[in-house]
């Protein structure tokens, strides 16, 4: 009787397995598994995309959000060029792009389109003053519905690669303007509809609100509808797919330091069973990897990527013994030597 039951449960978990991996296409572009890295400036480098996607458990990944205005101006683009750090382990890799002018949105997309990008999406999420206030980009342009489907279109019409959007719930907490903007989006030919499920003006904080996953899921009829906001493990992933009907799952800040997290969430999907986190000899090896990935970027001077290299690799140390003494040894580093130095001193304390 018990091992029937035994049985019965695991026979339950491999159905359910299946709808929580399945994955979806966005014209012809396969996102298996269907969980994503969100986009997340400053951190989604290719380095830490790579490292995310190395064992095939990430199915999408998205560049770091690059401002249509600054590729028009020879002065900007140095900086913006370096943003083009894209790599062929990386693919499917979407690229973001903001900006209010549908004009210069249609420009910017076939850019970096030709630079390789499997997608372009439209950041239509971004609260932050500089993007939201002084560009009217990003959520901001959610207050006017029209404004954000000129720019859609635009894009839409100018490259024959998927082109999806990443929106917010809406602009001011409690007003969606974001259902209706979404299903113009998906006439217009959108192919993906990405739902960090708060509103702009709660920036980060608060609880995301998955109900309104769900208001999206049932306004949209064609294209796969992705969840964000507050998912963290298998149980979050089982959780706001069920209530919610979502196609996929993007996963923001609980993946920073942890890019193997896509991989011990398809392995409980899959299994039912938890994966534990690599020990800390591995963690000091994949921070080794991290820090080498991001050295081949070319694109900007060394120690340029170094400083940056300071804070992206400080979440790998917010969940180990002496992570602090780290934290504090990574915001000196001037090389990847120093990290090797510090990662050596960390490992004689802290197994
Ligand atoms: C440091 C940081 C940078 C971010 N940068 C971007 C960005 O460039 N484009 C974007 O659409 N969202 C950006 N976001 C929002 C995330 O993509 C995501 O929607 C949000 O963090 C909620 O997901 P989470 O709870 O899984 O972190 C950023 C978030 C963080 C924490």
Known sequence: MWQ??????????????????????????LVDPPLLLAPMAGYSTHAFRQLCRADGACGLVTSELISSRALQYRS????????????????????????????????????????GAAIVDINLGCWVPKIARKSQAGAALLQDVGSAAAVVEAVVQAVNIPVTVK????????????????????????????VHARFADQGLQGTADWSIIRRFKEAIQTIPVIGNGDVANAADVRRMMMDTGCDGVMIGRAALGHPWLFRQIVHELRTGQPLSAPILRERAEIVMRHAQLALQND?????????????????????VPHGAVMQQALVRIESVEDIQRALTFWLAMAE
């Open 4 to 29: 029937r039951k035994t049985n019965d449960l695991v026979i339950n978990t491999e159905a359910r397995s299946k709808d929580f991996l399945t994955p979806f296409t966005m014209d012809g572009v």
């Open 167 to 194: 929106i917010r719930s809406g602009w001011q907490s409690g007003i969606s303007t974001a259902i209706p903007f979404a299903q113009i989006a998906e006439a217009i030919g959108v192919q993906a509809i990405t």
């Open 76 to 115: 900007s683009q140095p900086a913006t060029f370096a943003l083009f750090d894209w790599t062929p382990a990386e693919q499917p890799l979407a690229v973001q792009l903001f900006g209010a002018d549908p004009q210069e949105m249609a420009e910017a997309a076939r850019t970096v389109a030709a630079a």
């Open 299 to 319: 694109r900007q001077p060394l120690h340029k990527t170094v400083r940056e290299l300071r804070g992206q690799l400080v979440p790998y140390f917010h969940d």
